[in-house]
């Protein structure tokens, strides 16, 4: 069965340096997002991405963040300055186009740790 | 504001005892319920889409259960497999067509054998 992938599964990085969270979709969706979940906290929406261009974004999307798909396979969160309160776990999520179809598939996270 | 809140949040059963876990939502224009599951440090995994009142969708020993203002995921009979995260999960409509999904706290659920 197709899954999305999440590399890496941990990063461990120092405040202040810059992460890139890597994500390949499932091949034939259309729909991409990031959400994050702080521990023991609800899964929060960070922002959605289509035709190659953000679709919506939330509040914590500021200008620390930004989405790409560089190429036909990869979707990547970048944090340009990370801070402590950066640390999460970070989904990556698809979905093909059309009623019906509006459910998520999630990978597995990228647990970022944030010193 | 469009909200999704989920109780209890914990729930501790013994194996074979039954009990059924609440969603309750307001949103204008719902277009589908989800409920997912999501084992620790796991990303969530889908286990129902619920579109209108009165629909029911079943699998092994979940039953979903929707109605105007709230949601039910009925568990029968759960084995300690079935302890996990249950979250409740809403798509809201954006203009052209985009969407975003809002998420409940969840109910952690613990089976006991």
């Known amino acids: 069965e197709p899954e999305v992938t999440q590399t890496p599964s941990h990063q461990v990085t120092q405040m202040g340096q810059e992460v890139i969270l890597r994500c390949v979709p499932i091949s034939n969706h259309l729909y991409f997002y990031w959400y994050r979940q702080i521990l023991g906290q609800k899964v929060e929406f960070l922002v959605s991405f289509y035709n190659n261009e953000i679709s919506e974004k939330s509040e914590i999307f500021d200008d620390q963040f930004s989405v790409e798909r560089p190429d036909g396979s990869n979707f990547t969160l970048k944090i340009r300055s990370t801070k402590l309160e950066d640390s999460a776990m970070y989904f990556c999520?698809?979905?093909?186009f059309g009623t019906g179809s509006e459910k998520l598939f999630f990978g597995s996270g990228t647990q970022l740790s944030v010193l | 504001e469009d909200q999704v809140t989920q109780s209890p949040e914990a729930l501790r059963l013994q194996e074979g005892e039954s009990s059924s876990l609440n969603c309750s939502y307001t949103?204008?224009?719902?277009?589908?319920l989800f409920w997912y599951r999501q084992d620790p440090g796991k990303g969530p995994e889908f286990l129902f889409t619920?579109?209108?009142a009165g629909e029911e969708k079943e699998k092994e020993r979940l039953k979903a259960t929707l109605t105007k203002k709230e949601s039910f995921l009925h568990i029968t009979a759960p084995k300690p497999e079935d302890s996990a995260t249950y979250l409740c999960a809403v798509p809201l409509a954006l203009s052209g067509g985009y969407q975003k999904v809002t998420f409940g706290i969840g109910t952690k659920l613990q089976v006991i054998p």
């Open positions: 619920l579109y209108s």
């Open positions: 999520a698809s979905r093909f």
């Open positions: 949103v204008s224009g719902l277009r589908g």
